[in-house]
C-alpha cells in the first residue's frame, strides 16, 4: 500500500486523486524540485571532473613552451626511422655488387613478403645461425621501437595526469633500448655473415639509426626535466550550484548537509541575481542620462536657432 511521503497517511485504492487526501499535497509533483536540484548536482559534478581533464589536456601540449616541443620531439624520431638506418652491399659470380639502404619502409616490405620458415631455418644452421638470430632480433625491435615512439605520442594526453610524467619516460627509455638492441642485433648479423663470406657481403650501420636514438635521447632529457620542472595546469573556475566547485566538496567532505549546501546555493544565487539587477540599473540609468543630456544639446540648438 502506498504512502504520503509527507505525512505518512496510507493511501487506499480509492484514493485515486493526485492529491493526499489528508495533507493535500500533490503526490505526482512533491519532491520534485528536490530531485531535480540533486540531478543538477550531479551534472555540474560531471562538468567540474570533465573540465580538469579538459585542463590537463591543453596543459600537456601547450602547458608551456617545452610541452610544445615536446610534441615535435615526439614526432620527429618517427621521420628520423624513414632515413637510411643501415646499409646492405652483397655480390657474388654472376651478380652485380649491390648496395641496399634500408629505412623503416623497405624494412616494412621486406618482412611483409619474408618467408620465415626459411628464416627460422636460417637462424637453426650451424654457420650462419647467430648472424640471422641477430637479423631476427634487429628486426623486431626496431619495429617494437617504432611502436613504443607511438604509445608515447598518444600517451602524452595523459601527460598532466597523475603516472604521466613516469608513463612519458618509461616510453622513451623501452623505445631507447629496442633501438639499442635493433642496431647492436644488426652488428651481430653483418660481422657473422662477413666472417663466412667476407669477399661477398658486408653491411653496417647508417646515419638514420643515430639521429632516431639521439632525438628519442633528446626527448627522454625533456620528459625528465619536465618532470623535475613540472607544468602548471590553469584549472578553469567551475562552479556548482553557484558555489565555486572546492567550496562545493570541501562542505561535502566536512559532512555538511545537503539543506544546508542547497540553502548556500540559493543564497548565492540570490546574490547574484541581486547584483545582475544592479547592474542593469545602473547602465539603465547612465543611458537615461546620456539619451536626457543628448535631448537637452539638441532643445539648446534649437533655441539658439
Known amino acids: 500500500m502506498a504512502v504520503c511521503p509527507k505525512c505518512g497517511y496510507k493511501l487506499k485504492l480509492t484514493d485515486w486523486k493526485p492529491n493526499c487526501p489528508k495533507c493535500g499535497i500533490n503526490l505526482n509533483y512533491y519532491g520534485l524540485e528536490e530531485k531535480l536540484q540533486e540531478e543538477a548536482d550531479v551534472a555540474e559534478i560531471e562538468h567540474v571532473s570533465v573540465q580538469k581533464k579538459i585542463d590537463r589536456l591543453k596543459a600537456s601540449f601547450v602547458g608551456s613552451p617545452l610541452t ?36 623503416v619502409l623497405t624494412l616494412y616490405n621486406f618482412i611483409s613478403s619474408l618467408d620465415f620458415d626459411a628464416l627460422f631455418t636460417m637462424a637453426g644452421s650451424k654457420l650462419l ?9 634487429s628486426m623486431i625491435a626496431i619495429l617494437l621501437s617504432a ?5 608515447s605520442l598518444l600517451a602524452l594526453t595523459m601527460a598532466m595526469g597523475k603516472k604521466g610524467n613516469i608513463r ?29 663470406f667476407p669477399e661477398f657481403f658486408s653491411g653496417k650501420i647508417m646515419f638514420g639509426a643515430y639521429v632516431y636514438i ?3 635521447a633528446l626527448l627522454l632529457v625533456l620528459n625528465i626535466y619536465l618532470t623535475i620542472n613540472k607544468v602548471k595546469v590553469k584549472y578553469k573556475q567551475c562552479y556548482i550550484g553557484g558555489i565555486p566547485s572546492e ?20 543564497a548565492v544565487l540570490a546574490e547574484k541575481e541581486t547584483e545582475r539587477l544592479a547592474e542593469a540599473a545602473k547602465k539603465a ?16 540648438i534649437d533655441t539658439k536657432e
Not at 610544445?68 to 621521420?79: A, C, E, K, N
Not at 567550496?247 to 539543506?259: L, Q, T
Open 147 to 151: 611502436v613504443m615512439v607511438l604509445i
Open 68 to 103: 610544445v616541443i615536446r610534441i615535435f620531439l615526439s614526432v620527429l624520431p618517427l621521420g628520423a626511422l624513414m632515413l637510411p638506418l643501415c646499409v646492405v652491399n652483397y655480390n657474388g659470380p654472376f651478380i652485380e655488387q649491390t648496395a641496399t639502404k634500408v629505412n
Open 214 to 216: 639521439g632525438l628519442l
Open 247 to 266: 567550496e562545493y566538496f570541501k562542505m561535502v567532505e566536512d559532512g555538511v548537509s545537503e539543506e544546508e549546501i542547497h540553502a548556500r546555493m540559493d
Open 285 to 300: 540609468a547612465e543611458k537615461k542620462a546620456k539619451d536626457d543630456a543628448e535631448l537637452a544639446r539638441k532643445a539648446h
Open 129 to 137: 645461425g647467430r648472424g640471422f638470430t641477430g637479423f631476427a632480433v
Open 168 to 196: 612519458n619516460i618509461t616510453n622513451n627509455v623501452i623505445a631507447i633500448c629496442l633501438a639499442v638492441v635493433s642496431l647492436l642485433g644488426f652488428n651481430v648479423f653483418a660481422e657473422s655473415v662477413n666472417s663466412v
